[in-house]
C-alpha cells in the first residue's frame, strides 16, 4: 500500500469539510466532486451560488455531493463575522471583514476561523501571494511561528531510509533566502507537519555543505544558528546538525562524520534546506534521477490547514493535495 492510499484511507474515516473558494473553476470543482463523491472530504463551494449551481448542473455533477454556500447570503455572512470578531487576537474589525468577504477566498478563511470549514483550498484562480496574504491575515500563524513556509513529501524508488522510501523535505516552495529565525521556525513547523500528516516521530536534519564543523564561513553559521533556536524553542523535538545530506540520511556515513550521539544522523526522515536555491534544486534532482514522485508543496505555519495547489495542477494533483490536506486539518485537531 503507497503512502497516499494510506492518505486516502485515513481521510475516509473522518471526512473533513474544504471550502473551495475557486469553486466555478472546473478543474477544481471535479476535484472537488471526485474527492466528495468518493466520500474523502465534504466539499463546500463558496461564490455566486446561482453561478455555481448553473455550473453543477451543466458540468453532469451531482449537486447533493456540495455544500453550496452563497457569500451574497447576508444572514449567514453576519453569523460568521460575529462568531469571528469574538475571537481573541483577531486583527479586523467587523465592516473590515465583510468588505474583505465579498471575496470568496476570504469568505472561505473566515468560515475556517470560525469552525465552519477544516481547511481553505485555492491557488488555481489565485497566486501563492494572494493565499498567503488572505491566511496570515484571516487564519493568522501558530503561536511561536512567524514565518510561513513549505514542506514536501518524496516517495523515492529504491531508496532505503528511516521510513522507507519516504522523505520530508523543507522549504522548497516558499522562502527563499531564510534567516536562522526563519530557518528555525521551517524545521519546527515540518516536524509538527509530518506528525500530524503521517503519525511519524519526526528526526529533522539541518542540511548544509558542512557536518558539525566540517566547513566555515557564513553559510554554515546560520544553519547552527537556526539549529539553536529551534532547539531553544522546542526541546521536545529531534532537530540536529549542521549534517551534510548524506550523513544526515546514510547511517554508514553518519557513523564516520558524527562523532557524538544523535538521535538524527543517518536515519533522519526530515530534511531542512538553507534555502530555496538548494531546496528546489534537491526536489527537481530527487524527482529526475530518483524518479521520485513528490507531494505538495504544503503550506505551513498558520493557526488552522491553508493549501495552496499549483496553477498548472492537473486535476489528479489537485485531488491528492485536497485529501492531504484533510488529512493534516484531522492531525492538527489531535
Known amino acids: 500500500m503507497s503512502v497516499l492510499d494510506k492518505i486516502y484511507d485515513k481521510a ?19 476535484a472537488a466532486y471526485e474527492c466528495g463523491q468518493e466520500g474523502y472530504i465534504v466539499p ?15 458540468r453532469g455533477y451531482d449537486e447533493s455531493v456540495f455544500t453550496i454556500v452563497d457569500i ?14 469574538a475571537l481573541p487576537n483577531t486583527r479586523l474589525k467587523e465592516k473590515a471583514l465583510g468588505r474583505r468577504m465579498e471575496n470568496p477566498l476570504y469568505y472561505a478563511m473566515a468560515m475556517q476561523a470560525v469552525g465552519e470549514a477544516d481547511v481553505t483550498f485555492a491557488g488555481i484562480d489565485n497566486t501563492t501571494g494572494d493565499v498567503l496574504l488572505a491566511g496570515q491575515m484571516i487564519i493568522g ?46 524545521a519546527i513547523s515540518a516536524c509538527d507537519t509530518v506528525k500530524g500528516l503521517l503519525d511519524w516521530e519526526p528526526r529533522c536534519a539541518m542540511i548544509c555543505y558542512s557536518t558539525l564543523g566540517s566547513g566555515q ?11 539553536a533556536i ?8 529531534d532537530i540536529d546538525g549542521e549534517f551534510q545530506l548524506d550523513a544526515a540520511i546514510v547511517p554508514a556515513v553518519a557513523a564516520k562524520k558524527v562523532n557524538r550521539e544523535s538521535k538524527v544522523a543517518g536515519k533522519a526522515n526530515v530534511l ?14 530527487i524527482q529526475q534521477f530518483g524518479h521520485a514522485d ?22 489528479s494533483e489537485i485531488k491528492g493535495n485536497v485529501v492531504i490536506s484533510a488529512v493534516r486539518a484531522m492531525g492538527q485537531k489531535n
Open 72 to 85: 451574497a447570503e447576508e444572514d449567514y455572512k453576519n453569523e460568521v463575522i460575529a462568531k469571528y470578531v
Open 217 to 227: 564561513g557564513e553559510l554554515i553559521d546560520k544553519v547552527k544558528e537556526a539549529l
Open 141 to 186: 500563524l501558530k503561536e511561536g511561528i512567524s514565518t510561513v513556509s513549505s514542506i514536501g513529501l518524496c516517495d523515492i524508488p529504491g531508496f532505503e531510509g528511516s521510513e522507507g522510501q519516504l522523505l520530508a523535505v523543507g522549504d522548497s516552495a516558499v522562502c527563499t533566502n531564510p534567516t536562522a529565525e526563519q530557518l528555525a521556525d521551517i
Open 230 to 237: 529551534a532547539n531553544e524553542k522546542r526541546p521536545d523535538l
Open 272 to 285: 531542512i534546506w538553507p534555502d530555496l536555491n538548494v531546496g528546489n534544486t534537491a526536489v527537481k534532482l
Open 294 to 315: 513528490a507531494y505538495g508543496p504544503m503550506l505551513q505555519g498558520f493557526n488552522s490547514i491553508v493549501c495552496d495547489c499549483s496553477r498548472g495542477a492537473p486535476v
Open 12 to 30: 475516509k474515516a473522518n471526512p473533513q469539510r474544504v471550502a473551495f473558494p475557486e469553486a466555478e473553476n472546473e478543474k477544481m470543482m471535479q
Open 44 to 58: 463546500v463551494l463558496v461564490g455566486d451560488a446561482a453561478k455555481i449551481k448553473e455550473l453543477v448542473a451543466e
